[in-house]
């Protein structure tokens, strides 16, 4: 299935997308599997209706923007870009491959579709700023996204923007925190305990929620009502399981980045076909 603006159930695009991004892995056999799968009902939100773009115009001077600042989750977002239309399924086949247009880290200068060159912890925070400030210079109506990881809030660099956005009132920039509870070398509270990262983007005065991070509605629901506030910029904590939906990687440690069995990524492929077959029969007899 593709996704379009006349998708309507969010779930069923979530679901693609899994098993998208499962079939993408299967044919490495390794990759950054836990924070991608931890993404997805946020993209499925973007990417189902959200965001002002175009296929068929990716250049578009005045569409809605993406900065993925946890990069290595690339593979989740290159299968969203393929079921929205960007490219076709046989490119998915250049994950990590050299020469390809799917590097592990996104790269704006080789896919179609990315909004920014990322990868390097805590500068998305910078980048994302740097073009919501453009776009409202230019008289652009766009909003640009940002998806930051729990772990990527260590750096320093995450909280001097978000001083400076609000000092700005960058209020076209809206702030996802994949709030996982894991980061590389362990959980988050383990390495070093954020705390409460709602009230600390509150602190620094955004205006913030926390919400169901695998749910597509909850999280659609959530842009809607950060888009009517315009006294600040906005963050949206999204609570995750890292690995989410995939029977190897749900919930355990060491799965930020993994080899995996053929066997391990069938029966991944398999539980996810048949997810995506059951909420697409809910979704015919709404």
Known sequence: ????????DLSVVAESIRLVTLQTFANIG???????????????ALYGGEMRIDPKRPNLVDRDRLVLSKGHAGPALY???CLRGFFPKEVLLQLNQGGGSLPSHCDMHKTIGIDMTTGSLGQGMSTAIGLALGSRLNGYENNTYLILGDGECNEGQVWEGAMFAAHHNINNLITFVDWNKQQLDGFTKDILDMGDIG???KAFGWHTQTV???????????ITDAKKYK???????LDTVKGYGCNFAEGIAGNHHMNFTKEEIDKAIEDATD????????SNKK
């Open 231 to 237: 006294d600040a910029p906005s963050a949206i904590i």
């Open 199 to 201: 009230e600390k983007f």
């Open 30 to 44: 390794f990759g950054h599997v836990g924070g991608a799968m931890s993404i997805i009902e946020t993209l499925a």
């Open 212 to 222: 169901a991070g695998h749910d597509p509605g909850i999280i659609k629901a959530a």
């Open 1 to 8: 299935m593709g996704i379009n603006e006349d998708t309507r």
């Open 79 to 81: 299968a969203t870009l």
């Open 275 to 282: 997810k995506l077959e059951y909420v697409r029969e809910l």
